[in-house]
């Protein structure tokens, strides 16, 4: 419990480590959260550009088959036939894997939860620059440079790695 209160406070001085190491749980919990929605809908638009390929594979092949009653060439019948087993071959990994449409109601909860994990990790980096500029005898207030292209870098600098 007082792990959470430290956590969420703004008063109060932080050390190095505890600059680096309180916010860790919430920040590993939001890139878990963040790879499983990512990967949730990543299957379903894999297939989806499968079948895409497939069509787009028997509509060539179609044209080359027309191409081909003009040609006697058995080097292109076998090109021709090569692409179709392929195209079979792609048939059947649809088959076996089908393709489902995503849980959108879970992926909608993730979503969410993303979200508020998110915003949960801001408030509390912001804490946690607050009471780390206050151990080093700095005005709080520049914690506003997080918000400054490259100013943000410095400030990543002398909060984490000064001595207090």
Known sequence: MA??????????EWTRFKF????????VVYLILSTFVAFSSLQWHTNDAK?????????NIQKMTEMSELSFSSDYNDDISQMQAEV??????????PSTEPNNSLISILTMALWVFGILYIYISIAS????????????WMVLLMFVP??????????????G
């Open 3 to 12: 792990y959470l209160k430290d956590l969420f406070s703004w008063s109060g």
């Open 88 to 97: 079979d071959a792609m048939k059947a990994d649809i088959a076996a894997n």
């Open 129 to 140: 620059y607050v009471k780390r500029l206050r151990d080093l005898w700095k005005s709080p």
């Open 51 to 59: 079948e895409a390929f497939i069509r787009s594979s028997e509509s």
């Open 150 to 163: 490259i100013a943000n870098l410095y400030l990543w600098i002398i909060c984490g790695f000064f001595k």
């Open 20 to 27: 680096w190491v309180y916010p860790l749980p919430v920040l």
